[in-house]
């Protein structure tokens, strides 16, 4: 298929105007409402129940979670899906530290225990110094923070953690060498989670949900911790097993819960301070996420080029000025032979060509002399295991 026409932009939440402006009107159409769009742009929407439109090449999400995403289905069909990784770090990273000093100075519960004081003149002076003595706190200097998860918020916090006086211990078994690189050498490693959740006074997670960090944070590992420890939770809701964080309230094992995940069960507990999903809420970090995302999307449309997919491999080849052919297809042997040989058949040089896979995808860019016609695309198109084929006009 030849998209030199304009692409079609159907958005499925408000989209930072930073970002938007980064596609162009004369070659994007941009709307709430689109039939037969070539992208989907969203934040927070759930797509799970959307059937996946046929002309989808691509999904890009304003933010960092894809949980709202039916990531196995757009990959069943070849269609990369997108996201802004650290665009919001920032936001976070402060939201959780604001989280240690609510919880440390019991913040909000003095908030309520004034607002609830029914008095006035002396009597409420008199009230607000013999009740304050129920809320004295700790202090952060010397404090440990254990980080669940060094990618880019995980670090993010480590590091400020450390400047304000907190030893900081992390653990992430797969942490990369360009977020080691970015941590501060203060910051110890420990050996695995339950050596970490044993060292915390205050423990906060960022790691994203799978099957492997569900209930991560369960009665056992709460078990571990020091009496009167400070839990948060910026992640995702399921990371937290909620009735073991009960058990661990009532026991005296937790001082505090902080989470941006509100649930019946807890959030009326006189230690949870429940927030409304604030964790990226600033102006600053939807525009961010909403400039990345946008960038990514048009090169990917305009070039084929893939960066911070959650899905497909990255994938970046210069423009050399020809027709570029883009090829999603299953991680087996002899797809790339293929191609070739359908080009060949149609007396298609191949001037420059790049293969990444991931998992069990794989994903080809192929700039070729001349242009393949339709029927070429449709051979291509047709071989065992090729999901997606697309040409690019230079």
Known sequence: MNHKTRFKILTLNDIALAGLKRLPR????????????????????????????????????????????????????????????????????????????????????????????????????????????????????????????????????????????????????????????????????????????????????????????????????????????????????????????????????????VTDFPSAALKNHPRVTALPHLGASTYEAEENCAIMVAGNLRDFLENGNIRHSVNFPEATMPRNGRQRLVVANANVPNMVGQISTTLAEAKLNIADLLNKSRGELAYTLVDIDGKADAATLAKIGGIDGVLSVRAITA
């Open 26 to 257: 004369e070659r994007y159409e941009v709307a709430s409402e689109i039939l037969h769009p070539d992208a989907i742009m969203l934040r927070s929407h759930d797509m799970h129940d959307m059937e996946i439109p046929d002309t989808l090449l691509a999904v890009a999400r304003a933010g960092a979670g894809v949980n709202n995403i039916p990531v196995e289905r757009c990959s069943a069909a070849g269609v990369p899906v997108f996201n802004a990784p650290g665009a919001n770090a920032n936001a976070v990273k402060e939201l959780v530290l604001t989280a240690i000093f609510l919880a440390a100075r019991n913040i909000c519960q003095a908030a309520d225990h004034v607002k609830n004081l029914k008095l006035e003149g002396a009597e409420l002076e008199a009230a607000v110094e013999a009740g304050k003595k129920q809320f004295v706190g700790f202090e952060i200097p010397g404090k440990t923070l254990g980080v669940v998860g060094l990618g880019a918020i995980g670090v993010e916090v480590a590091n400020a953690a450390l400047n304000l006086g907190m030893k900081v211990v992390g653990f992430d078994p797969q942490i990369t060498v360009g977020r080691a690189w970015q941590m501060s050498s203060g910051v110890e490693q420990a050996s695995s989670l339950d050596d970490l959740f044993s060292r915390a006074d205050v423990l906060t997670t960022h790691v994203p949900i799978t099957e492997e960090t569900r209930n991560l944070v369960n009665g056992d590992r709460l078990g571990l911790m020091r009496d009167g420890s400070v839990l948060l939770n910026f992640a995702r809701a399921p990371i937290v097993d909620e009735d073991a964080v009960a058990k661990a309230l009532e026991s005296g094992k937790l001082h505090a819960f």
